[in-house]
């Protein structure tokens, strides 16, 4: 082979390779906005990703609490349930009482 050609074929893919590398050179900038839009994308994906986990979580702390709101409002209902009961017999209580006082005053005076 021709020591000539083989230089001069060294020498092509040379430029080849340093035009390569000029062109590349020449779009870092390009690549480094891209770069720099993508990251921000990125930023901002975050952003609303972690806005949308905290907000899931905000919802279901208020279905909680709707939960332990319906809870309470069936313990006030019991509560009070058991309050009317606890008044009426305590209202037949007195009238018993009542009842047994004016008997054992009738049964004294005869």
Same mark, same amino acid.
């Given at each position: ?7 001069? /074929? &060294? ?29 921000l994308?990125?930023?901002r ?15 279901? &702390?208020d279905?909680e609490l709707?939960? /332990?709101?319906?809870q309470?409002?069936? &313990? ?22 009542? &009842? ?9 005076? /005869?």
């Amino acid at each position: 082979m021709n020591p000539a050609l083989n230089v001069r /074929k &060294k020498l092509i893919i040379n430029k080849i390779e340093l035009e390569i590398v000029y062109e590349m050179c020449r779009n870092v900038e390009k690549v480094m906005e891209m770069y720099s839009k993508e990251l921000l994308e990125m930023d901002r994906n975050t952003v609303q990703y972690m806005i949308d986990e905290m907000q899931e979580e905000i919802n279901q &702390k208020d279905e909680e609490l709707n939960q /332990k709101d319906v809870q309470l409002s069936q &313990k006030d209902a019991q509560l009070n349930q058991i309050n009317a009961q606890l008044e009426q017999e305590r209202r037949q209580y007195q009238e018993t009482m009542e &009842k047994m006082q004016r008997q054992l005053q009738e049964l004294q005076e /005869k």
